[in-house]
C-alpha cells in the first residue's frame, strides 16, 4: 500500500530504478529528490528519511550533503543526515530570494571541489517538497553558473532526468523561469548581485476587469516568508478614459495619470504578446538580455479552458497613498478577482501573481553591477504565474500589467570564494507548520472577507476624469520631484548568518 501511495505522490516524476525512490541524478554530481520524512503520516507517501539515507550512504558513503530549500520545514532534525545540511528555505511555488543565489551556488561548488582536492566524488542533493519547480530552479542554476551549461541544456536536462516522458517541464512556473534567465546575466556579467529597498510608486493595469483585488508583496525573514506590503483600495484608483498611460518612465506616466497631453508618448492599449516576458526598465534604455521564450517560457494557449469570452476593461492606475518600500529587489504584485455571489459568499474566479527582480529588470548585470535607479517591468496576463504557480489561473482578470518602480541603497552581494566561508540561512521548523506565505487561494465560492469592500473593484464605482493627487492633496508632478533619493530606513532587510 505504501508503495502506491508513493507512486501516486511522485505522478509525473522519474522514479530511480534502483532505489525506488522519487529522485533522479541530474548529473553524475547533482541528484534531485522529493522532501523526505521521517515522521508518520508523511512517511507513508513521501520519501523514508532511512531509506533515502541507506541509499545515499550505500552509493556515496560520507561523500554527500543536502541542499534544503524548504521554507514549510524539512521533515526532519538535521543530525538525522548527519548534520550534512545546508538551508536555504523559500516559500514553495515561488522564485528564490536572489540575495540567496550566490551562497546556494557557490556553497555546492565548494563541498565539490574540497572532494576532488581530496580525491574523492562528492554529490549534491537538492530537494523542496516536490524535487521540482524549487529544485529544479537551483539545480539549473548550478549548471549555469558552475558548469558553463545554457540555459536551454540545462532546462531540458532537468526535465529529462527528472519528468516522465509526456509530462511537462521539470521547471514550469513562469517567475522560477525569469530567474533562471537572471543566474544566466548574473554569471556573464561578472556575477555581482546589488541588492537594494524598492518602492513601488504606481501600478499600471490594462484591460482590467471588475472585481479584481491588486496587492504588492516581497519577502521577510530571510526569504522564509512572503509578507503582504500594501493593498490597493479604491481611494487609490484611477480609471483613464481613452488610450492607456504611456511607459517611458516615471514622469511620463505621471503626466500621462494627470491628464497632460503626451499623444506622441501614449500607445495605443492593446493584448499584442511582448517580445518576452521581461520588459525594459525604460523605453529610453538598452533593452536587456532575455531567455528565449521557445526555451524557458511555458507555452501558454490563449484560446484555453482558462480564458473566457469576456472582453473590455479599463486602463487603470494604482497609485499608493502611502509609501510602499520593499526591503530586497525581489518584489510580486499578486491579483485575485472576485464576483458577489449571495448570502455572504463571494465566487473567486481568478488569481494570479508574478515575481521580478529590480536589479535585473534595471539592468544591473549589464552595467557593471549600477542598475537603473527607476524602472518599469512590464508582463502580459498569459505569462503570470497561477494557482500554486501553475498556468491555470481563471478567467482572464486583465491584459498587460506595468509596474513602476525606484531604488534606494545598495548591499553588494557575491559569490563566495573557493576557500571563504559560505553564510546560509536559519533553517525553518523541521517539524512543519510554518506561515510562510499569505493564501493565494483557490477557486470557487469563499466567504466574504470583512473589509473587502473598501478594495479596488476595477470598473465599479468608476473614478474617470479625477485628477492624480498624492495622500495629501498635492499635485502629483510636484510630489515626483519632491521624492527623497536617499535610502529610507526601514525594517526588514536580512543578512545572511
Given at each position: 500500500m505504501t508503495s502506491i501511495l508513493r507512486q501516486i505522490?511522485?505522478?509525473?516524476?522519474?522514479?530511480?530504478?534502483?532505489?525506488?525512490?522519487?529522485?533522479?541524478?541530474?548529473?553524475?554530481?547533482?541528484?534531485?529528490?522529493?522532501?523526505?520524512?521521517?515522521?508518520?503520516?508523511?512517511?507513508?507517501?513521501?520519501?523514508?528519511?532511512?531509506?533515502?539515507?541507506?541509499?545515499?550512504?550505500?552509493?556515496?558513503?560520507?561523500?554527500?550533503?543536502?541542499w534544503e530549500f524548504r521554507a514549510e520545514g524539512t521533515g526532519y532534525p538535521d543530525n538525522e543526515v548527519y548534520g550534512r545540511v545546508w538551508h536555504y528555505p523559500w516559500p514553495d511555488h515561488h522564485p528564490p530570494p536572489f540575495r540567496l543565489v550566490p551562497a546556494i551556488v557557490g556553497g555546492m561548488r565548494n563541498w565539490i571541489v574540497e572532494g576532488k582536492e581530496k580525491g574523492k566524488e562528492r554529490v549534491v542533493v537538492v530537494h523542496c517538497k516536490a524535487g521540482k519547480g524549487r529544485s529544479g530552479t537551483m539545480a539549473c542554476s548550478y549548471l549555469i553558473a558552475e558548469c558553463g551549461w545554457s540555459v536551454s541544456e540545462a532546462l531540458a536536462r532537468f526535465t529529462e532526468r527528472r519528468m516522465r516522458p509526456g509530462f511537462g517541464q521539470g521547471v514550469s512556473i513562469p517567475s522560477q523561469l525569469r530567474w533562471v534567465g537572471y543566474v544566466d546575466r548574473w554569471t556573464k556579467n561578472g556575477k555581482l548581485y546589488v541588492d537594494r529597498q524598492i518602492e513601488i510608486m504606481e501600478v499600471h493595469v490594462w484591460g482590467l476587469r471588475d472585481g479584481v483585488k491588486v496587492q504588492v508583496e516581497g519577502f521577510v525573514d530571510e526569504g522564509k516568508t512572503i509578507k503582504v506590503f500594501h493593498v490597493f483600495t479604491k481611494k487609490e484608483r484611477v480609471v483613464i478614459e481613452g488610450n492607456a498611460p504611456g511607459g517611458s518612465g516615471i514622469k511620463d506616466m505621471v503626466s500621462d495619470m494627470a491628464g497632460f497631453q503626451n499623444d506622441g508618448k501614449i500607445p495605443k492599449a492593446n493584448t499584442e504578446p511582448l517580445p518576452t516576458d521581461v520588459a525594459s526598465s525604460s523605453s529610453a534604455k538598452p533593452a536587456p538580455q532575455v531567455i528565449d521564450a521557445n526555451t524557458s517560457t511555458p507555452t501558454t494557449n490563449s484560446s484555453n479552458e482558462n480564458e473566457d469570452s469576456e472582453s473590455g476593461g479599463t486602463a487603470v492606475i494604482f497609485k499608493p497613498s502611502t509609501r510602499v518600500i520593499l526591503p530586497t529587489s525581489d518584489v510580486n504584485i499578486d491579483f485575485e478577482r472576485r464576483n458577489k455571489a449571495s448570502m455572504g459568499w463571494t465566487m473567486v474566479t481568478a488569481v494570479a501573481h508574478v515575481w521580478f527582480n529590480a536589479y535585473f529588470e534595471g539592468l544591473g548585470p549589464e552595467q557593471s553591477g549600477k542598475p537603473n535607479s527607476d524602472g518599469v517591468f512590464e508582463i502580459e496576463w498569459d505569462k503570470m504565474d497561477g494557482i500554486k504557480g501553475s498556468s491555470r489561473k481563471g478567467t482572464r482578470a486583465f491584459d498587460r500589467l506595468s509596474v513602476v518602480w525606484k531604488a534606494y541603497g545598495d548591499e553588494e552581494i557575491r559569490e563566495p570564494g573557493i576557500d571563504s566561508p559560505v553564510p546560509q540561512t536559519r533553517p525553518a521548523d523541521w517539524k512543519g507548520g510554518n506561515e510562510t506565505a499569505p493564501e493565494h487561494g483557490k477557486l470557487g465560492l469563499r466567504a466574504e472577507r470583512e473589509g473587502s469592500a473598501n478594495v479596488s473593484k476595477a470598473n465599479g464605482d468608476s473614478e474617470e476624469g479625477v485628477k492624480a493627487c498624492g495622500p495629501s492633496g498635492e499635485d502629483m508632478v510636484d510630489l515626483v520631484d519632491e521624492l527623497p533619493t536617499e535610502k529610507p530606513q526601514i525594517e526588514g532587510t536580512y543578512p545572511l548568518k
Amino acid at each position: 500500500m505504501t508503495s502506491i501511495l508513493r507512486q501516486i505522490v511522485a505522478g509525473p516524476r522519474s522514479r530511480h530504478p534502483e532505489a525506488g525512490l522519487d529522485l533522479c541524478y541530474v548529473t553524475d554530481e547533482i541528484i534531485a529528490t522529493s522532501g523526505p520524512s521521517g515522521t508518520y503520516p508523511q512517511r507513508a507517501y513521501r520519501n523514508p528519511l532511512k531509506d533515502l539515507v541507506k541509499f545515499l550512504d550505500y552509493k556515496h558513503g560520507s561523500e554527500w550533503a543536502i541542499w534544503e530549500f524548504r521554507a514549510e520545514g524539512t521533515g526532519y532534525p538535521d543530525n538525522e543526515v548527519y548534520g550534512r545540511v545546508w538551508h536555504y528555505p523559500w516559500p514553495d511555488h515561488h522564485p528564490p530570494p536572489f540575495r540567496l543565489v550566490p551562497a546556494i551556488v557557490g556553497g555546492m561548488r565548494n563541498w565539490i571541489v574540497e572532494g576532488k582536492e581530496k580525491g574523492k566524488e562528492r554529490v549534491v542533493v537538492v530537494h523542496c517538497k516536490a524535487g521540482k519547480g524549487r529544485s529544479g530552479t537551483m539545480a539549473c542554476s548550478y549548471l549555469i553558473a558552475e558548469c558553463g551549461w545554457s540555459v536551454s541544456e540545462a532546462l531540458a536536462r532537468f526535465t529529462e532526468r527528472r519528468m516522465r516522458p509526456g509530462f511537462g517541464q521539470g521547471v514550469s512556473i513562469p517567475s522560477q523561469l525569469r530567474w533562471v534567465g537572471y543566474v544566466d546575466r548574473w554569471t556573464k556579467n561578472g556575477k555581482l548581485y546589488v541588492d537594494r529597498q524598492i518602492e513601488i510608486m504606481e501600478v499600471h493595469v490594462w484591460g482590467l476587469r471588475d472585481g479584481v483585488k491588486v496587492q504588492v508583496e516581497g519577502f521577510v525573514d530571510e526569504g522564509k516568508t512572503i509578507k503582504v506590503f500594501h493593498v490597493f483600495t479604491k481611494k487609490e484608483r484611477v480609471v483613464i478614459e481613452g488610450n492607456a498611460p504611456g511607459g517611458s518612465g516615471i514622469k511620463d506616466m505621471v503626466s500621462d495619470m494627470a491628464g497632460f497631453q503626451n499623444d506622441g508618448k501614449i500607445p495605443k492599449a492593446n493584448t499584442e504578446p511582448l517580445p518576452t516576458d521581461v520588459a525594459s526598465s525604460s523605453s529610453a534604455k538598452p533593452a536587456p538580455q532575455v531567455i528565449d521564450a521557445n526555451t524557458s517560457t511555458p507555452t501558454t494557449n490563449s484560446s484555453n479552458e482558462n480564458e473566457d469570452s469576456e472582453s473590455g476593461g479599463t486602463a487603470v492606475i494604482f497609485k499608493p497613498s502611502t509609501r510602499v518600500i520593499l526591503p530586497t529587489s525581489d518584489v510580486n504584485i499578486d491579483f485575485e478577482r472576485r464576483n458577489k455571489a449571495s448570502m455572504g459568499w463571494t465566487m473567486v474566479t481568478a488569481v494570479a501573481h508574478v515575481w521580478f527582480n529590480a536589479y535585473f529588470e534595471g539592468l544591473g548585470p549589464e552595467q557593471s553591477g549600477k542598475p537603473n535607479s527607476d524602472g518599469v517591468f512590464e508582463i502580459e496576463w498569459d505569462k503570470m504565474d497561477g494557482i500554486k504557480g501553475s498556468s491555470r489561473k481563471g478567467t482572464r482578470a486583465f491584459d498587460r500589467l506595468s509596474v513602476v518602480w525606484k531604488a534606494y541603497g545598495d548591499e553588494e552581494i557575491r559569490e563566495p570564494g573557493i576557500d571563504s566561508p559560505v553564510p546560509q540561512t536559519r533553517p525553518a521548523d523541521w517539524k512543519g507548520g510554518n506561515e510562510t506565505a499569505p493564501e493565494h487561494g483557490k477557486l470557487g465560492l469563499r466567504a466574504e472577507r470583512e473589509g473587502s469592500a473598501n478594495v479596488s473593484k476595477a470598473n465599479g464605482d468608476s473614478e474617470e476624469g479625477v485628477k492624480a493627487c498624492g495622500p495629501s492633496g498635492e499635485d502629483m508632478v510636484d510630489l515626483v520631484d519632491e521624492l527623497p533619493t536617499e535610502k529610507p530606513q526601514i525594517e526588514g532587510t536580512y543578512p545572511l548568518k
